[in-house]
């Protein structure tokens, strides 16, 4: 999903303005990120959870050279889906094959 493509539902949905949904769309993102930089978490009910989770430090080879390399601890994003968006996306993927299948 990208910026565009929220704009685009938020004109369709609410019949406004494309400059207004540019704006709402991003307050909305910025709504998300400022919430997963407060509380480490942001959900939404039937679709699912970005949590930050902290890497550890550790030791990587660069694959070029084939050298170790320190990599510092840090943190990261993660998605995980919701069980209902789990069980809708593979509805979709099953009706793809089939689709694939006839034709």
């Known amino acids: 999903m990208s910026k565009k493509f929220l704009t685009d539902v938020i ?6 303005p494309s400059s207004r949904a540019n704006q709402l769309a ?4 910025a709504a998300i990120k400022g919430e997963i930089i407060e509380t480490g978490r942001f959900t939404l009910p039937d679709f699912g ?3 930050v989770r902290e890497t550890p430090k550790r030791t990587a080879l660069n694959p070029r050279t084939g050298e170790k390399v320190a990599v510092k601890a840090g943190a ?8 209902a968006l789990k069980e809708a996306a593979l509805a ?3 009706k793809a ?5 006839k034709g």
């Not at 004109?11 to 406004?16: G, L, N």
């Not at 991003?26 to 993102?29: R, Y």
């Not at 094959?97 to 299948?101: F, G, L, N, S």
């Open 97 to 101: 094959k089939r689709k694939a299948a």
């Open 92 to 94: 979709g993927l099953k």
């Open 49 to 51: 959870a970005f949590v």
């Open 26 to 29: 991003a307050d909305i993102i």
């Open 11 to 16: 004109v369709q949905a609410a019949e406004v």
């Open 76 to 83: 990261t994003v993660k998605f995980k889906a919701s069980p």
